[in-house]
């Protein structure tokens, strides 16, 4: 009894260990095309397009070429059917133009969190007044940097196309002037054999 035991649990393992699931790193930059949802691919193409033209475009090369700017990114509207993470791809927009060289950038997503902190600095009795930060002495945004996504989905059998287009735009919050703006239009179609394959 002990034996048919031992075998049937020997068998069992053998039986799990082939159904274990492997994990690796592939490259992130890679081009991924699982399916017609929006990915990392589109993420990087829209990023990269984007940033490219802003900073090519001569009003921009003027107005970058002896200072840099202050900007605050609003959250790119999602008006697609998807769930997309649209904070993530402000946020890769943001750091390319950052890094660029030519943008600074105040950060409107942790405004009450630094209220908080002046607010304790100053008012808490807590801090030295020699080393705490000076309130009213942040720099204000010039431009706001903000757009949005949408999204057409068709489908004819077993044919799907998804036409995304990303807008993005950017405005001279003192004049109330576009002073750039552009689309990136990315299309995907998915088509299934007769056998689902």
């Not at 492997?22 to 399916?35: F, I, L």
């Not at 609003?74 to 998807?82: A, I, L, R, S, Y």
């Not at 705490?132 to 949005?148: K, P």
Request: proline share 2%; net charge positive; aromatic share 8%.
């Amino acid at each position: 009894m002990t034996r048919i035991f031992s075998v049937v649990l020997i068998a069992a393992l053998v039986g799990l260990s082939g159904c274990a699931s492997k994990v690796g790193y592939g490259d992130a930059t890679a081009r991924e095309t699982v399916n017609t949802d929006f990915g990392s691919t589109d993420l990087q193409m829209i990023a990269a397009k984007m940033v490219d033209d802003m900073l090519v475009f001569p009003p921009i090369v003027q107005m970058t070429a002896t200072r840099r700017p202050v900007a605050f990114v609003d959250t790119v509207k999602n008006k697609t059917v998807e769930h997309i993470d649209m904070e993530s791809v402000t946020d890769t927009i943001q750091s390319k133009l950052l890094n660029s060289g030519k943008f600074r950038f105040v950060d409107m997503t942790v405004v009450e969190r630094v209220r908080q902190q002046l607010d304790y600095q100053n008012d808490s009795g807590l801090v030295d007044p020699n080393t705490a930060v000076a309130m009213g002495r942040q720099i204000g945004a010039e431009f706001m940097l903000y757009g949005n996504m949408s999204s057409i989905v068709k489908k004819d059998g077993s044919t799907k196309d998804v036409y995304y287009k990303f807008t993005l735009k950017l405005l001279n919050l003192q004049t109330g002037i576009i002073e750039w703006s552009n689309e990136k239009e990315i299309r995907k179609t998915r088509s299934k054999s007769m056998f689902g394959l």
